[in-house]
């Protein structure tokens, strides 16, 4: 079985601070894909990143980042400089045979 | 190229009615899936399919059902609705069986 774990329920910050969410996951799976999705408002899920599980590279997009952890299963995402756009709930997501397992998501709320 | 599209945004129904849901994917891409959203549950999987087989199903009563047509556009079907049945149900397309991307939703309120 797959489980998707976000311990953080909501994130409260001044805009211009870095935001860290945490993301640990379980699969038996050997081959998988890790995903953060983003949920404005509106309610839409609108895709931000995607890492397979042979890939532990860590990278930087804009102001978006991640720490894939293979060893202690963990898939960390920073935005950094936040923005009040930034605004939303955001998901971390596992994909094994077709099927998107989430997380429970995390609030983060972004403030002028 | 056009988004994921879901129609009706939002929908009002009773107990006992029943409800189709459509979704159309993005130009090309073969599978589409469905997830149900509510506070209580979080974000759940339905089923997926492609080239219009139901390829995956997730842990929902047979009151919801799905088909896919030959131009991979989708509808889902919820029969005898309960309140319970109220949520944000989001349709998402894929080109390779990874990435999958979302549409609005379709919020149902049943009374």
């Known amino acids: 079985a797959q489980k998707v774990t976000q311990a953080q329920t909501e994130i409260s910050v001044v805009e211009k601070e870095d935001v860290t969410l945490d993301c640990v996951y379980e699969?038996?799976?050997?081959?998988?894909?890790l995903f953060w999705y983003k949920q404005p408002p509106s309610g839409e899920l609108v895709f931000l990143i995607r890492?397979?599980?042979?890939?532990?590279q860590n990278e930087i997009s804009g102001r978006y980042s991640w720490n894939f952890q293979k060893s202690t299963s963990s898939f960390n995402f920073t935005i950094t400089a936040s923005q009040v756009v930034d605004s939303a709930v955001y998901f971390c997501?596992?994909?094994?045979?077709?099927?998107?397992?989430f997380g429970a998501g995390t609030q983060v709320v972004v403030t002028p | 190229k056009a988004g994921v599209t879901q129609t009706p945004r939002y929908l009002i129904k009773t107990r006992g009615q029943q409800v189709t849901l459509s979704c159309s994917p993005i130009?090309?891409?073969?599978?589409v899936s469905w997830y149900q959203q509510t506070p209580g549950q979080g974000l759940q999987f339905l089923f997926e399919?492609?080239?219009?087989?139901?390829?995956n199903k997730g842990n929902f009563p047979g009151r919801f059902s799905g088909r896919q047509f030959s131009n991979s556009r989708s509808e889902m079907n919820v029969s005898t609705l309960e309140l319970g049945d109220s949520a944000l149900y989001l349709c998402?397309?894929?080109?390779?069986?990874?990435?999958?991307?979302f549409g609005p939703g379709t919020r149902l309120l049943v009374l």
């Open positions: 997501a596992l994909i094994s045979w077709g099927k998107l397992q």
């Open positions: 998402a397309s894929s080109p390779d069986q990874e990435t999958q991307y």
């Open positions: 399919y492609f080239s219009e087989t139901q390829r």
């Open positions: 890492r397979n599980s042979f890939d532990e």
């Open positions: 130009s090309g891409h073969r599978s």
């Open positions: 699969t038996r799976d050997t081959t998988y894909y």
